[in-house]
């Protein structure tokens, strides 16, 4: 008896866990802070974490085929010098500034799979491998600078370009819609974790995804075409993280360098957050955007009440590793069950 309510409520608690979180801790900032609840600290919340989810659809992607990208946080970092350096040094056109680094992304993607696929090198030491060739790469390209309007180049000239407000308002601009203002990046947050859910949900290739990284032997027997399968999530997870790198560069108005260094780790601790909701007990977009949204009302709530930085780390890594334990725990009892 005993032990069929702890499996109940170990249940609950994998099926309702982050939500039933989430609005704890929503709950604590708002009692303990004036301003938390306000319309203007939600609009932050959800702005600062459309970068993170982008990124975080990415893994996604890649964890659903039964792999893991670790290489997304690079590719932000040298999306967003490329994209920034494509409007300083080089006075490049919008679409050009847009265009180019989603082609880096998918090509980083397609390096990843390329090693993973064709010569079978596991998941993590392949894209571990190209994290760290693209951080030298991203750190090549720029001499170690950041890239900023009008900045001194090295041979003593000043960059001919600087960031355009078209491009800004990507990351800058808001929408109106009657007396609140909806900032753009969150808007396109939305549409991407809506289109994510229904093409994964929906159309004949997400479930083909969701299979292959649920038994890759039955998904080839079936006629599924696997290795294609596991390339194109890979390339979407690097478009995803460009798309990361390019509204980083807009946000900020500058090319940082390592600007994706700490997105990675949200990123996956979002991703994992996301496999308890509902009791999913595997990656879906859904799920990684609620996981994003805890991790971003944490850092804000935690920022507002004037906690050290450095302080912040432990509670997203203590958050993810309960979340961990009691996915993993269910989806055991369920096996063995």
Same mark, same amino acid.
């Given at each position: 008896?005993?032990?069929?309510?702890?499996?109940?409520?170990?249940?609950?608690?994998?099926?309702?866990?982050?939500?039933?979180?989430?609005?704890?801790?929503?709950?604590?900032?708002?009692?303990?802070?004036?301003?938390?609840?306000?319309?203007?600290?939600?609009?932050?919340?959800?702005?600062?974490?459309?970068?993170?989810?982008?990124?975080?659809?990415?893994?996604?992607?890649?964890?659903?085929?039964?792999?893991?990208?670790?290489?997304?946080?690079?590719?932000?970092?040298?999306?967003?010098?490329?994209?920034?350096?494509?409007?300083?040094?080089?006075?490049?056109?919008?679409?050009?500034?847009?265009?180019?680094?989603?082609?880096?992304?998918?090509?980083?993607?397609?390096?990843?799979?390329?090693?993973?696929?064709?010569?079978?090198?596991?998941?993590?030491?392949?894209?571990?491998?190209?994290?760290?060739?693209?951080?030298?790469?991203?750190?090549?390209?720029?001499?170690?600078?950041?890239?900023?309007?009008?900045?001194?180049?090295?041979?003593?000239?000043?960059?001919?370009?600087?960031?355009?407000?078209?491009?800004?308002?990507?990351?800058?601009?808001?929408?109106?819609?009657?007396?609140?203002?909806?900032?753009?990046?969150?808007?396109?947050?939305?549409?991407?974790?809506? =289109?994510?859910?229904?093409?994964?949900?929906?159309?004949?290739?997400?479930?083909?995804?969701?299979?292959?990284?649920?038994?890759?032997? =039955?998904?080839?027997?079936?006629?599924?075409?696997?290795?294609?399968?596991?390339?194109?999530?890979?390339?979407?997870?690097?478009?995803?993280?460009?798309?990361?790198?390019?509204?980083?560069?807009?946000?900020?108005?500058?090319?940082?360098?390592?600007?994706?260094?700490?997105?990675?780790?949200?990123?996956?601790?979002?991703?994992?957050?996301?496999?308890?909701?509902?009791?999913?007990?595997?990656?879906?977009?859904?799920?990684?955007?609620?996981?994003?949204?805890?991790?971003?009302?944490?850092?804000?709530?935690?920022?507002?009440?004037?906690?050290?930085?450095?302080?912040?780390?432990?509670?997203?890594?203590?958050?993810?590793?309960?979340?961990?334990?009691?996915?993993?725990?269910?989806?055991?009892?369920?096996?063995?069950?």
């Amino acid at each position: 008896m005993e032990t069929s309510y702890r499996d109940k409520l170990l249940q609950f608690a994998f099926r309702y866990g982050a939500i039933i979180v989430i609005l704890g801790v929503f709950a604590f900032f708002a009692i303990k802070l004036e301003y938390f609840f306000s319309g203007s600290n939600i609009a932050d919340i959800l702005r600062s974490i459309s970068i993170v989810t982008f990124v975080a659809i990415g893994v996604t992607f890649s964890l659903i085929v039964d792999g893991f990208d670790l290489s997304v946080g690079s590719t932000v970092s040298l999306t967003t010098v490329v994209t920034a350096s494509l409007m300083v040094w080089y006075e490049m056109p919008l679409f050009i500034v847009i265009i180019i680094p989603l082609l880096i992304g998918a090509c980083v993607g397609l390096i990843n799979s390329f090693f993973i696929v064709r010569f079978k090198i596991p998941d993590l030491l392949a894209t571990l491998a190209v994290m760290y060739i693209v951080a030298g790469i991203h750190k090549t390209y720029t001499k170690g600078y950041s890239i900023y309007n009008n900045m001194q180049m090295t041979d003593g000239t000043k960059a001919p370009g600087v960031m355009s407000n078209a491009f800004l308002t990507i990351g800058q601009g808001e929408f109106y819609v009657g007396n609140f203002t909806v900032p753009i990046p969150v808007i396109l947050m939305l549409l991407a974790v809506a =289109a994510a859910h229904i093409f994964l949900a929906y159309t004949r290739f997400g479930r083909q995804m969701y299979m292959t990284g649920g038994n890759e032997e =039955a998904a080839r027997l079936s006629g599924i075409k696997v290795k294609r399968v596991r390339t194109w999530a890979y390339v979407l997870s690097g478009i995803c993280a460009a798309v990361g790198g390019i509204l980083f560069a807009s946000r900020v108005g500058t090319g940082q360098i390592d600007a994706g260094a700490p997105l990675l780790m949200e990123a996956v601790a979002a991703v994992f957050v996301g496999f308890s909701v509902f009791g999913a007990g595997k990656p879906n977009v859904l799920g990684t955007f609620i996981g994003s949204v805890l991790i971003g009302v944490l850092v804000n709530g935690l920022t507002m009440m004037n906690l050290q930085y450095y302080t912040h780390d432990i509670i997203k890594g203590t958050v993810l590793i309960l979340a961990l334990a009691v996915t993993f725990y269910v989806v055991k009892k369920r096996r063995a069950a």
